[in-house]
């Protein structure tokens, strides 16, 4: 049909097929913008109940305006076929990200689920349930943003007994207990849904595998489902936890509404939890350049090559060992690397220090005798009073006055061994920079003189 034209809007190609019709990619000529155009199947538009179904999704999606919800443009009939006009989101469905790559990591997991759960309370607050949420159904964008689409046997509460068929509607492999049972479900049944595409997202296959129909909705009624941790090592427990309650045989044993199923996974998986009501902006798709769409046909490659040489995050040094064992040659050259950044931090740490430089201050000082004269200034304590001293003075006829210090002969110069450093100078004492007083010099003394002997005089004394 490419190229045909459908009211307003031209086919440019088929997107995929469902149980109620065909999807194709659309322009609409009138807009100049890209559609999704479902098309019932012409079997069944003779169908009076399928084609009021078809209606009633037209009419919940209408209700609908949420930026991880595919909006509705138009409804319309062309040639006794009914037409829906979606908005088209760019991107690869869920179930396409899970053939690459077989699973996803649980933050990845949890943020998809997070979208989810944002859509999903939106449109129960307006009445609507989805009834067949699976991984064909979930659109990942450029942006990462998670679109939920086709609505296609959503239940309007209003209208619920429009919807009811005799059968059971729904993918079997993610159909709630309670749609099995024939019971009325709600939006809990929603949440059961999204329980078991969380637990394919962690571990990589469903939590019930079955070769008939019957037996695949007897496991869902009746066998409990296995636990992710041991299909997936490096899960939480507490998100572990979170899966098994949603996927409760019960609905009263699961979360009551969508906003406490998103507070208990936003807790167990350590991201900030959205505010309620809170959206996103939706911008405008920008085109792809050149380069991007001649890289699309490699997409799938250049994604088990991306998986492939990811390290690991999660699972400790076993998860490492298994990277390492799939990966010989990039695990040698990171111990490679590893061992040069090894030596080098080593000889850094084993280089020798520099001596430390040779001080100013000499070994040992001799004490500097007073009153010697050498070259520069001294040092000295300041004089001191004769009187306050205690010191007596001398005899004013004494001419042989006490010998100074300047007189005494000089020590003869001691051996080097032999010097004993100075006293450490006492606290809170200050040594002033004194000029010495003017020496004075030292009293003469009288020189001696032997008397000249006495003359006898004439008389009968005769000195013998």
């Given at each position: 049909?490419?190229g045909d034209q459908i009211g307003?809007?031209?086919?440019?190609?088929?997107?995929?097929?469902?149980?109620?019709?065909?999807?194709?990619?659309?322009?609409?000529?009138?807009?100049?913008?890209?559609?999704?155009?479902?098309?019932?199947?012409?079997?069944?538009?003779?169908?009076?109940?399928?084609?009021?179904?078809?209606?009633?999704?037209?009419?919940?999606?209408?209700?609908?305006?949420?930026?991880?919800?595919?909006?509705?443009?138009?409804?319309?009939?062309?040639?006794?076929?009914?037409?829906?006009?979606?908005?088209?989101?760019?991107?690869?469905?869920?179930?396409?990200?899970?053939?690459?790559?077989?699973?996803?990591?649980?933050?990845?997991?949890?943020?998809?689920?997070?979208?989810?759960?944002?859509?999903?309370?939106?449109?129960?607050?307006?009445?609507?349930?989805?009834?067949?949420?699976?991984?064909?159904?979930?659109?990942?964008?450029?942006?990462?943003?998670?679109?939920v689409m086709d609505f296609g046997?959503?239940?309007?509460?209003?209208?619920?007994?429009?919807?009811?068929?005799?059968?059971?509607?729904?993918?079997?492999?993610?159909?709630?207990?309670?749609?099995?049972?024939?019971?009325?479900?709600?939006?809990?049944?929603?949440?059961?849904?999204?329980?078991?595409?969380?637990?394919?997202?962690?571990?990589?296959?469903?939590?019930?595998?079955?070769?008939?129909?019957?037996?695949?909705?007897?496991?869902?009624?009746?066998?409990?489902?296995?636990?992710?941790?041991?299909?997936?090592?490096?899960?939480?427990?507490?998100?572990?936890?979170?899966?098994?309650?949603?996927?409760?045989?019960?609905?009263?044993?699961?979360?009551?509404?969508?906003?406490?199923?998103?507070?208990?996974?936003?807790?167990?998986?350590?991201?900030d939890e959205p505010h309620a009501?809170?959206?996103?902006?939706?911008?405008?798709?920008?085109?792809?350049?050149?380069?991007?769409?001649?890289?699309?046909?490699?997409?799938?490659?250049?994604?088990?090559?991306?998986?492939?040489?990811?390290?690991?995050?999660?699972?400790?040094?076993?998860?490492?060992?298994?990277?390492?064992?799939?990966?010989?040659?990039?695990?040698?050259?990171?111990?490679?690397?590893?061992?040069?950044?090894?030596?080098?931090?080593?000889?850094?740490?084993?280089?020798?220090?520099?001596?430390?430089?040779?001080?100013?201050?000499?070994?040992?000082?001799?004490?500097?005798?007073?009153?010697?004269?050498?070259?520069?200034?001294?040092?000295?304590?300041?004089?001191?009073?004769?009187?306050?001293?205690?010191?007596?003075?001398?005899?004013?006829?004494?001419?042989?006055?006490?010998?100074?210090?300047?007189?005494?002969?000089?020590?003869?110069?001691?051996?080097?061994?032999?010097?004993?450093?100075?006293?450490?100078?006492?606290?809170?004492?200050?040594?002033?920079?004194?000029?010495?007083?003017?020496?004075?010099?030292?009293?003469?003394?009288?020189?001696?003189?032997?008397?000249?002997?006495?003359?006898?005089?004439?008389?009968?004394?005769?000195?013998?």
């Amino acid at each position: 049909m490419s190229g045909d034209q459908i009211g307003n809007f031209r086919i440019i190609g088929r997107l995929g097929e469902g149980g109620m019709g065909e999807v194709f990619r659309a322009m609409d000529t009138m807009l100049e913008r890209e559609v999704a155009l479902k098309t019932l199947r012409p079997e069944l538009s003779a169908r009076e109940e399928l084609v009021e179904r078809f209606r009633v999704e037209a009419i919940a999606l209408a209700k609908l305006n949420h930026p991880n919800i595919a909006a509705v443009y138009s409804f319309f009939r062309e040639n006794d076929r009914y037409h829906m006009a979606m908005q088209f989101v760019h991107g690869q469905t869920l179930e396409q990200r899970l053939i690459e790559r077989t699973r996803l990591g649980w933050k990845e997991a949890a943020q998809v689920a997070i979208d989810v759960l944002q859509a999903l309370e939106h449109a129960h607050a307006q009445g609507v349930i989805h009834r067949d949420l699976k991984p064909a159904n979930l659109m990942l964008d450029p942006t990462g943003r998670t679109v939920v689409m086709d609505f296609g046997i959503a239940r309007v509460l209003a209208r619920a007994r429009q919807t009811r068929a005799g059968n059971l509607v729904g993918t079997m492999e993610y159909i709630a207990p309670e749609i099995v049972r024939g019971e009325d479900p709600d939006r809990r049944a929603d949440l059961y849904s999204l329980g078991v595409v969380l637990f394919e997202l962690v571990t990589g296959r469903l939590p019930f595998v079955a070769d008939t129909d019957y037996a695949m909705m007897r496991a869902h009624t009746e066998l409990p489902p296995p636990l992710p941790t041991a299909l997936c090592a490096d899960l939480p427990k507490p998100f572990e936890a979170v899966i098994l309650r949603a996927l409760a045989k019960t609905p009263d044993e699961r979360f009551s509404n969508a906003r406490e199923f998103l507070a208990a996974l936003c807790l167990a998986s350590g991201l900030d939890e959205p505010h309620a009501g809170a959206t996103r902006s939706l911008a405008l798709p920008t085109p792809k350049p050149w380069w991007s769409r001649a890289l699309e046909p490699m997409a799938p490659l250049l994604g088990k090559i991306r998986d492939q040489f990811q390290p690991p995050s999660q699972g400790g040094w076993v998860a490492w060992v298994d990277w390492g064992k799939a990966n010989p040659g990039l695990a040698m050259a990171g111990a490679a690397g590893l061992i040069a950044i090894a030596f080098v931090v080593a000889g850094l740490l084993s280089k020798p220090k520099p001596p430390a430089p040779a001080s100013d201050t000499p070994a040992a000082v001799l004490p500097v005798q007073a009153g010697a004269n050498t070259g520069g200034p001294s040092i000295d304590t300041p004089a001191r009073s004769p009187v306050s001293s205690g010191t007596a003075l001398p005899p004013a006829g004494d001419s042989n006055p006490p010998p100074r210090a300047a007189d005494k002969p000089a020590e003869p110069p001691r051996d080097s061994r032999d010097v004993v450093m100075p006293p450490e100078p006492k606290p809170n004492v200050v040594i002033e920079r004194t000029t010495p007083a003017p020496e004075t010099p030292p009293h003469p003394r009288p020189v001696q003189r032997n008397p000249e002997p006495e003359r006898p005089s004439g008389g009968w004394y005769i000195k013998r």
